[in-house]
């Protein structure tokens, strides 16, 4: 059996393959919700996280020609992010189980050497109190960094702290 | 074993630790409790798919409008297979490096080394059926960081791999055979010893273009697939 081929950092210098417009995951004409989902990222110093690459893939709706699933944005000065996608739905878990509306995020910057998962779950869901992932969390509070806050109209906030104080849960995937 | 099977949990000693203090951007960005292990559904085990129709392929690296950038050309080919020696086809693998003078054609890179009107340093290709891949580039030079005394990163290639699911997703960079700055390079040597060897390219004379480019083969393994059902899990 062959090795895997372990990981290394994203470095400074991702940008290079960056594209703005991988940020908008319903640019090819996606039908359905249409939301952003916005934050801020600061590391275990409160500073912000500027040269992150953060990525989202959603298992609902199903990608198609129309909808990738998947998009990339970078961070800017601020550590801030911002997506543009169709809201998702319950998908399902394991057994007879139901998971709660998330898209899973995947974090690389300079300074991580293997990139970090997490997943945001939007607040209020009546299925968040039953998600499967939500609920193997403990301590219980901890749940509270993966669930993104309503932002206005359409929008969602969940900012990402690397370290520290109520850092975000990140998970092995 | 079929695309609902999940993912294996990676071996131990693959990867290296996010805290690893001699990286010094580390410190304060590597998160301090413990992963949560959770087992995989729909969305670990489902991933994107990339078509060549939105996602262009870019397999030349070594011009700019057909005009060729400085220093030494390179073939870098190679397959991306799983743990079980599968092929991984069609998948996309991006690629970004700096120029021959150890340069990134990037506003944030402030080393005071050439740019290369001819050389930018994006790649994009897909593995064909069979799981290979092949591109052309320059041979990236050595550049300077601040993260030691004298710290020099060796020459290196970045890659993005994606793989057939969430799982599998994989960033990476290749190194050069016999480069001193290896033993010197706190990033590569973050990996754990066993594995951080598989990080190295090698020449390859077979692959090597008369008269033209140097060849280094580089092959990347994706996580292979467990032989029990998400179901059943
Ligand atoms: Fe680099």
């Known amino acids: ?173 | 074993m079929n695309e609902w099977n999940p993912f294996r949990s990676l071996a131990a000693g693959t990867n290296p630790a996010n805290d690893t203090p001699a990286y010094r951007s580390t410190a304060f960005r590597h998160p301090t409790a413990p992963l949560v292990k959770i087992p995989q559904t729909v969305t670990e085990i489902s991933g994107p798919r990339f078509s060549p129709a939105h996602f262009p392929p870019m397999s030349d690296l070594s011009t700019v409008n057909g005009r060729a950038a400085l220093g030494e050309r390179i073939i870098v080919a190679g397959t991306v297979t799983d743990e079980d020696g599968r092929p991984v086809p069609n998948t996309m693998i991006e690629i970004w490096q700096a120029n021959a003078a150890g340069r990134y054609d990037h506003e944030r890179d402030q080393h005071d080394a050439p740019l290369d009107p001819n050389f930018h340093g994006e790649g994009r290709v897909f593995t064909d059926a069979d799981g290979h891949y092949r591109f052309i580039s320059v041979k990236p030079g050595s550049y300077p960081w601040r993260n030691h005394p004298n710290a020099w990163r060796p020459n290196h290639i970045h890659f993005s791999l994606f793989g057939p699911g969430f799982a599998t997703r994989l960033i990476t960079q290749m190194y050069f055979p016999g480069d001193p700055l290896l033993a010197l390079d706190p990033i590569y040597l973050a990996v754990p010893a066993g594995a951080r060897e598989r990080l190295i390219s090698r020449f390859d004379l077979a692959l090597t273009a008369p008269e033209w480019a140097l060849g280094y083969r580089f092959d990347f393994v994706l996580r292979g697939r467990s032989a029990t059902p998400m179901e059943a899990g």
């Open chain 1, 1 to 173: 059996m062959a090795g895997v081929t372990p990981s290394q950092t994203i470095g400074p210098y991702w940008h290079l393959i960056g594209h703005d417009e991988w940020a908008d995951l319903t640019r090819f004409g996606a039908g359905g919700e249409r939301i952003t989902l916005s934050g801020r990222i600061v590391d275990g110093e409160g500073l912000p996280v500027s040269d992150a690459a953060v990525e989202i893939w959603q298992a609902d709706p199903p990608a198609d020609d129309r909808f990738p699933g998947y998009g990339r944005a970078a961070t800017d000065a601020e550590g801030r992010f911002r997506f543009t996608t169709i809201k998702p739905g319950p998908v399902p878990g394991r057994g007879n189980s139901l998971q709660a509306p998330h898209l899973a995020l995947t974090l690389m910057a300079r300074g991580l050497l293997v990139g970090l998962v997490t997943r945001v779950y939007f607040a209020g869901e009546a299925l968040n109190d039953t998600d499967p992932v939500l609920a193997a969390i403990e301590p219980a509070p901890r749940r509270a960094t993966l669930i993104a806050a309503p932002d206005g109209p359409g929008a969602w906030r969940l900012d990402i702290r690397l370290q520290g104080p109520d850092e975000t849960v990140f998970l092995e995937v």
